[in-house]
């Protein structure tokens, strides 16, 4: 019995790392903490600024200039594991081309995610959501 909830705890790990792994490989945070994005249009890229007061979700999406896109971060927590994750902050901008949008600062001691969501305003069919790993 043991051996199978090891199994199945691992097998759920490894999913949630492969579908974390974009997120991971788009997202690159520079010294002043701010998102660098891939030059991988219409694909959110997520970072986060944490200090004693909380923390804030920020994403980012390239885009072509004439596009009207959407970008939307969250930050999400977990009261207890194995629990829904739940929204305490989020933010959402709608603009031509490219696009930024920043949580408020929210306190959460809880375990964290941050999740983006972005692409071509009018066509949600090519939005792309990702999220990063539980911090």
């Known amino acids: 019995m043991r051996t199978r909830i090891a199994a199945v705890m691992m097998t759920v790990a490894g999913i949630a790392g492969l579908s974390a792994a974009p997120a991971v490989a788009a997202t690159a945070t520079s010294e002043a903490g701010t998102a660098a994005c891939a030059t991988v249009?219409?694909?959110?890229?997520?970072?986060?600024?944490?200090?004693?007061?909380?923390?804030?979700?920020?994403?980012?999406?390239n885009a072509d200039p004439t596009q009207l896109t959407m970008v939307q971060v969250e930050v999400r927590t977990q009261q207890a594991w194995g629990s829904p994750w739940e929204t305490v902050a989020s933010a959402t901008t709608v603009r031509l081309g490219s696009a930024q949008a920043v949580t408020?600062?929210?306190?959460?001691?809880?375990p964290r995610i941050i999740c983006a969501t972005a692409g071509p305003a009018l066509d949600a069919a090519k939005q792309v959501t990702t999220c990063t790993n539980p911090f």
């Open 41 to 61: 249009l219409n694909r959110p890229c997520i970072t986060h600024q944490a200090d004693s007061e909380g923390i804030v979700g920020i994403a980012q999406v």
């Open 104 to 110: 408020p600062k929210v306190t959460a001691t809880a």
